[in-house]
């Protein structure tokens, strides 16, 4: 796997797994395929081909223009989830803006303010968007598996 150090100013064109550690300033076209995992933040403009993944560990505060892969997201939504398109995953205890609010997916799915969180557990979990039902919903197990332990 091939690593990047941001902060990086201009369109990632990315055409194998790639890493980048800090600021992912202008965005990413991901190929069919590939792997893209942002230790920091992303934002511009998103495209992720068939079946790639993009996994931010940090901010996400892009606009994905299409997603025909999945979107895996541990820390914090700033896009309104209801406009990003395709298959997207979060982490528990991730800060996500849905609807006109800013919430924390608990390890239930359940989205509940900052303020009322009473429990944590250090188990990892992590929901899919059920656009249909406007929640959280769990994720396939095998498909969780796949991103709890890419990058241990």
């Known amino acids: 796997m091939k690593y990047l150090f941001g902060p990086l100013t201009s369109l990632l064109e990315v055409t194998e797994d790639l890493t980048v550690e ?3 300033d202008e965005g990413a076209k991901v190929a069919s395929g590939c792997t893209l995992f942002v230790s920091g933040s992303l934002s511009g403009k998103l495209q992720i081909g068939e079946s790639a993944r993009v996994i931010v ?10 997603n025909r892969g999945i979107l895996f997201i541990a820390g914090a ?17 991730t800060s996500v803006a849905v609807a006109d609010r800013t919430a924390l997916v608990d390890n239930s799915g359940q989205l509940v303010s900052p303020l009322k969180l009473t429990t ?8 899919r968007w059920d656009r249909e039902a406007g929640r959280f919903v769990a994720a396939p197990p ?3 598996d796949g991103f709890l332990h890419l990058y241990p």
Do not use: C, H, K, R
């Open 22 to 24: 800090g600021s992912l």
């Open 57 to 66: 560990f940090g901010l996400f505060d892009a606009m994905a223009e299409n």
């Open 77 to 93: 939504l700033a896009t309104p989830i209801e406009i990003v398109p395709g298959e997207v995953l979060v982490a528990a205890i």
């Open 120 to 127: 944590l557990s250090l188990m990892p979990s992590a929901w």
């Open 142 to 144: 095998g498909l969780v």
